[in-house]
């Protein structure tokens, strides 16, 4: 076995987890900045569907000529205005994304051609300070599994978001809420952890 193609490796794995922790960090920022947006568009809902069911010409209102159609249009504006900045945020969790999948992916590659030198003892085994190679590969997996399967699923709900279905919208925030796996985050911090000392070693 060559020490200098695990050394290569581990400098490959370090790389890895720095990609991950960087940019977990703008995974959640995006993330972070989604709720109030998502928040916005559950309250918009609710007040179309009120609009809806009012009627204008029985209130104080109805010597306002066109005042239901002029709220409609300002909310409907409201609306088009959060999924925008939902768009951008998305843009954004996509790029996270991204760079954890080409990172996570290069180091396999790098693992795949290398294969014939890194014998089985080498890969699995581990230490005070260096977990084994194995593990590390399986944490980087799973990693990238979780950041994409949320990246698809919150992708997928955004794109049900209407002004035509005000249920959809007036659920958004608790429908997106749901989409929170802790497992999924935990095992990142996990890894993350127990990665901390072989981060820090030459």
Same mark, same amino acid.
Request: aromatic share 6%; glycine share 2%; proline share 3%.
């Given at each position: 076995?060559?020490?200098?193609? #695990?050394?290569?490796?581990?400098?490959?794995?370090? *790389?890895?987890?720095?990609?991950?922790?960087?940019?977990? @960090?703008?995974?959640?920022?995006?993330?972070?900045?989604?709720?109030?947006?998502?928040? @916005?568009?559950?309250?918009? @809902?609710?007040? #179309?569907?009120?609009?809806?069911?009012?009627?204008?010409?029985?209130?104080?209102?109805?010597?306002?000529?066109?005042?239901?159609?002029?709220?409609?249009?300002?909310?409907?504006?409201?609306?088009?205005?959060?999924?925008?900045?939902?768009?951008?945020?998305?843009?954004?969790?996509?790029?996270?994304?991204?760079?954890?999948?080409?990172?996570?992916? /290069?180091?396999?590659?790098?693992?795949?051609?290398?294969?014939?030198?890194?014998?089985?003892?080498?890969?699995?085994?581990?230490?005070?300070?260096?977990?084994?190679?194995?593990?590390?590969?399986?944490?980087?997996?799973?990693?990238?599994?979780?950041?994409?399967?949320?990246?698809?699923?919150?992708?997928? #709900?955004? *794109?049900?978001?209407?002004?035509?279905?005000?249920?959809?919208?007036?659920?958004?925030? /608790?429908?997106?809420?749901?989409?929170?796996?802790?497992?999924?985050?935990?095992?990142?911090?996990? @890894?993350?952890?127990?990665?901390?000392?072989?981060?820090?070693?030459?």
């Amino acid at each position: 076995m060559s020490s200098s193609v #695990l050394s290569s490796l581990h400098q490959e794995l370090k *790389q890895s987890f720095e990609v991950l922790r960087a940019n977990r @960090a703008a995974w959640e920022r995006a993330l972070a900045d989604c709720e109030p947006l998502l928040g @916005a568009i559950g309250n918009i @809902a609710v007040q #179309l569907k009120a609009l809806r069911h009012v009627q204008l010409a029985n209130t104080p209102l109805h010597s306002f000529p066109g005042l239901h159609e002029r709220l409609h249009y300002k909310l409907s504006l409201a609306v088009d205005s959060a999924l925008g900045k939902l768009a951008e945020n998305m843009d954004a969790l996509q790029r996270a994304r991204d760079a954890i999948g080409r990172q996570v992916s /290069a180091v396999f590659q790098f693992y795949e051609r290398n294969t014939h030198t890194l014998d089985i003892a080498a890969c699995v085994s581990r230490s005070a300070v260096c977990p084994s190679v194995s593990d590390m590969l399986e944490w980087l997996q799973d990693s990238e599994r979780h950041y994409r399967l949320q990246l698809v699923q919150r992708r997928t #709900l955004l *794109q049900t978001l209407t002004p035509s279905d005000l249920v959809l919208m007036e659920t958004a925030p /608790a429908r997106w809420a749901s989409l929170h796996t802790s497992a999924g985050e935990e095992r990142v911090t996990d @890894a993350l952890c127990q990665v901390s000392f072989f981060m820090e070693t030459e």
